[in-house]
């Protein structure tokens, strides 16, 4: 199953250049409206999909945070037990330390990739809001009177999508 990102990517991309070469051949706003609604429901589904990354990283880092504070108590502990001279239990309680650092560390690494990727999600969804609102602008020129709207500023909305598309796929990678 493809991730939101790749469907936005594709939507941005493939419909963008196939729907505007369409409204260039029939001038026709419809088509810009249909690929305006598109977007709003990738942006949608975009959104929600971030809500649920900075959910998840708000879990990793309150995990993260638990077992690296249980794995200092514990240390503290060992340290306790070697003044009171009590080797056998500092060293069985060391192994439990050992293994709270190796999930904190587990943690500390999804946190961090998730934080990135919120970032990177955080990006994609700025630039759609922009973008719909250009969109916006220009389907609202288009319905007033087609004529007033420039071949030029569709092909130029064109050229924005072929960039955008190569933007998302660096975005992507």
Request: glycine fraction near 0%; aromatic fraction near 8%.
């Amino acid at each position: 199953m493809p991730s939101i990102s790749q469907v936005c990517e594709t939507l941005l991309s493939t419909n963008m250049v196939e729907l505007i070469d369409q409204a260039l051949e029939i001038q026709s706003a419809k088509i810009i409206d249909e690929y305006l609604r598109r977007l709003k429901r990738c942006l949608e589904t975009l959104e929600e999909s971030t809500e649920t990354v900075a959910g998840s990283i708000k879990t990793l880092k309150r995990k993260y945070d638990e077992y690296s504070k249980h794995a200092d108590t514990l240390d503290r502990d060992i340290d306790a037990q070697i003044l009171h001279a009590k080797e056998e239990l500092a060293s069985s309680t060391f192994y439990s330390v050992d293994t709270r650092i190796e999930l904190a560390q587990e943690y500390y690494e999804q946190w961090q990739a998730q934080e990135e990727k919120y970032q990177q999600m955080q990006v994609i969804v700025t630039h759609l809001e922009q973008r719909i609102v250009y969109i916006r602008q220009l389907s609202e020129k288009m319905a007033k009177d087609f004529a007033s709207c420039e071949i030029p500023d569709i092909i130029e909305l064109h050229r924005q999508a072929e960039i955008e598309q190569a933007t998302y796929s660096s975005y992507l990678d």
